[in-house]
């Protein structure tokens, strides 16, 4: 297997989890389980700031992505 099929492989594999944690981060903002999704959050930032570290999405992106589901979270009301 070629070296780039490889990473292209494990790259997609990454990319799945992260829309995944953000569909159930969005998930909890919009049933307005606060408590929950600032947990699902730092999950969420969690991996967006190791797929930056390694390349997968560009750090730019994980870091407006952070920043625009942290806005969310604050629009929940307590």
């Known amino acids: 297997m070629r070296q780039s099929t490889r990473r292209h492989l494990h790259n997609q594999t990454i990319s799945s989890r992260l829309k995944t944690l953000e569909k159930n981060y969005e998930s909890l903002v919009q049933a307005g389980k606060r408590n929950d999704a ?24 994980a870091d407006r992505k952070k920043s625009r589901l942290a806005i969310h979270l604050a629009k929940i009301k307590a």
């Open 38 to 61: 600032k947990l699902a959050l730092a999950a969420v930032s969690s991996a967006l700031d190791k797929a930056a570290k390694t390349g997968v999405i560009h750090q730019g992106k």
